[in-house]
């Protein structure tokens, strides 16, 4: 069944295609689906206030609930929503693991929501990574007798790791587990990483609620936002129910859903291919999907499809609507033509348009502009357009600390050198240095170190945009305050960060705006980022400048787009694959070895060039001309009018 819906419970399906074994809901983004659970638990607390019982909820830390926390925030402080009938069990923590420690669960459940709302302190049951490890079992069994004697738990939130783990149930978790300490996946302590600033600082051990503690919830939300979670999704959705993929277990649970924002579901067969489980809309992305699903299942060009090809593989409609494979494949094929360029921002001397362009490209982080687009972001300075980059965090986070020292007592020596060392650099550089000695793993930077490496990361992207033939004054390194937490865990978008993206864009107005929507980053920075550049699109609207201006969305560091997406196909010679190398090649600090290198354990030179060659031989063996490599850009539709 797919139901359409108004505000946040935009588009629902539930198991309608045969090979669906678990009720889902795919929302258009994270915050819509992340908002329609927070109504959803806000319902329950109200209706059992009501009747005078206890609402009792199973929760989960780590980034896919962030929003659910913010929205229930938001409840209780703008509309009233009480937590005073609230009680608690929390999924999981790490072991060892102090309360008070940056990455304990216990932690972020506190900065999230507890310490924001109204709740009884004894209501809340947080796994306890302080323990001795003879007291463990025992505490674990009393953490299920607290469960039993609250009554079970109504909803039970949860998340999915790449493994299909859910809790700390890693793959073997067998569906008669109870809570328990596990010792954890070796994939699930690399994807945890970037919170402990390196694999080597996560602990091996863990405290869970078993499988089968959490099958017992009367409801269960199974949360999965970004292209990353798609294929694990999918196995847990139309997989056979396994034991090596613990999250197959919620087929079983006739309460279980996923709640999936679309790049999440995008493995799923019926989202892959909608038109073998219903009737569909045959417009121009509609076709342009199926035509290029079904030449590349098949190995053949585009233009060699017939109609045999349409109606041995489910796309008779099509081919109906149509009359014939030829002028199906003809219109896709033009489509796909007409996208490559290798001019982005418009040739010179052509009727009605500007030449040369004003330009901003908006990178995320320090090197996602190269890392993306350093070919066409080359192309648009040697066509002489007035390129600006705007770098929009400091990326300080992602400094190795070796790296940091280095720096630190270089500007010491150098000081020395040319007796330029005065007290205050001495005590500035010998604080550093202590600092970095004496420094825990995952202990927060203090804010000269902060600064130091923001400085390292600044150079590194000032070398990397000469490179490609960006001057030096045409870069702008925002510090959106957001990200300057000095941790993982980010601040909320506030004002003053769409205050500094709306000035810039005042201050250059261009004709294109370049920004990431690779949005696979593990942190959500591009996320993040992302969302302050559409809100200040937004508040621009007016401007005579911004009813012009076309706004591109890049990817390349985390995923590509896929080919029927594509609307700019930008070709990259040998030549110019290599000098988008020298220039990624430029940011040092993330050479080698990346301090948050997520689930790709490439370098990202090798991810952007694999991925780019991977276009560049689609587009190839769809029937198109053979490149080195090609960046795809889609345009974004926000301000179309």
């Known amino acids: 069944m797919k139901t359409h819906v108004s505000g946040t419970d935009a588009v629902q399906m539930v198991c309608a295609s045969t090979k669906s074994k678990i009720a889902y809901r795919i929302y258009p983004d994270s915050r819509d689906a992340s908002v329609a659970v927070a109504n959803e638990i806000a319902r329950l607390i109200r209706s059992r206030a009501a009747e005078s019982r206890t609402a009792v909820l199973g929760l989960v830390a780590g980034s896919s609930p962030v929003d659910v926390y913010a929205e229930l925030r938001r409840l209780h402080a703008e509309e009233g929503l009480s937590f005073a009938n609230v009680v608690t069990f929390n999924l999981d923590e790490y072991y060892p693991m102090s309360a008070e420690c940056l990455q304990s669960h216990s932690r972020f459940m506190h900065e999230h929501l507890f310490d924001h709302v109204d709740m009884v302190a004894e209501n809340i049951h947080l796994p306890d990574g302080t323990l001795q490890p003879e007291c463990v079992a025992d505490y674990c069994l009393a953490y299920e007798q607290r469960i039993e004697e609250a009554g079970g738990i109504d909803i039970q939130l949860l998340g999915i790791g790449r493994t299909g783990h859910i809790g700390f149930n890693e793959p073997g978790s067998g569906t008669d587990s109870r809570t328990r300490m596990i010792t954890l996946d070796g994939m699930t302590r690399i994807d945890s990483s970037s ?242 000695g004496d420094k825990d793993p995952g202990e927060v930077d203090i804010p000269e170190m902060q600064r130091l490496k923001g400085l390292i990361r600044r150079g590194e992207a000032e070398e990397g945009a000469i490179v490609c033939g960006v001057p030096a004054e045409r870069l702008h390194f925002l510090d959106l305050p957001f990200y300057e937490t000095g941790v993982v865990r980010k601040k909320p978008i506030s004002d003053r960060d769409i205050e500094i993206t709306v000035d810039l864009l005042r201050n250059v107005q261009p004709h294109q705006i370049y920004a990431a929507g690779d949005l696979s980053d593990p942190h959500g920075t591009h996320r993040t980022c992302l969302e302050v550049l559409f809100a200040a699109c937004e508040l621009c609207h007016e401007d005579e400048w911004m009813r012009s201006c076309a706004v591109w969305l890049y990817r390349g560091a985390w995923q590509e787009w896929p080919p029927y997406e594509i609307e700019m196909a930008v070709p990259l010679s040998p030549q110019e694959v290599d000098r988008k190398r020298a220039a990624i090649f430029k940011h040092e600090s993330q050479k080698d070895r990346a301090l948050f290198p997520g689930a790709d354990a490439r370098e990202f030179w090798q991810r952007a060039e694999a991925r780019n060659a991977h276009t560049a031989r689609t587009y190839d063996q769809l029937g198109l001309a053979q490149y080195q490599a090609i960046e795809g850009f889609v345009r974004w539709k926000g301000m179309d009018r």
């Open 195 to 436: 919170n402990f600033f390196g694999v080597e600082n996560v602990p091996r051990r863990a405290i869970t609620m078993g499988v089968g503690t959490i099958l017992q919830a009367k409801k269960i939300f199974l949360l999965a936002f970004g292209e990353g979670k798609s294929s694990i999704i999918a196995r847990t959705v139309e997989g056979e129910l396994a034991p090596s993929v613990p999250a197959t277990s919620l087929q079983e649970h006739p309460g279980a859903e996923l709640i999936l924002d679309e790049a999440a579901s995008a493995a799923i067969s019926r989202i892959q291919s909608p038109w073998l489980d219903e009737k569909v809309v045959w417009d121009d992305a509609m076709v342009r999907r199926a035509v290029i699903a079904l030449s590349q299942s098949l190995d053949k060009p585009v233009l060699m499809l017939v109609d045999g090809d349409y109606n041995e593989n489910g796309l008779q409609d099509l081919l109906a609507e149509y009359g014939s494979a030829y002028e199906i494949n003809l219109r896709v094929f033009r489509h796909l033509q007409s996208t490559i360029t290798g001019w982005p921002a418009g040739k010179p001397n052509q009727p009605d348009v500007v030449f040369p362009k004003r330009i901003v490209l908006f990178s995320p982080h320090p090197d996602d502009d190269v890392i993306s687009m350093g070919g066409t972001l080359t192309r648009l300075a040697d066509q002489g357009h007035e390129v600006h980059v705007a770098y929009q965090t400091s990326g300080n986070i992602a400094v190795f600390d070796g790296d940091a020292i280095r720096f630190a007592k270089f500007a010491r020596e150098f000081c020395k050198e040319f007796d330029l060392l005065s007290p205050p650099v001495v005590e500035l550089t010998q604080k550093m240095i202590r600092f970095l």
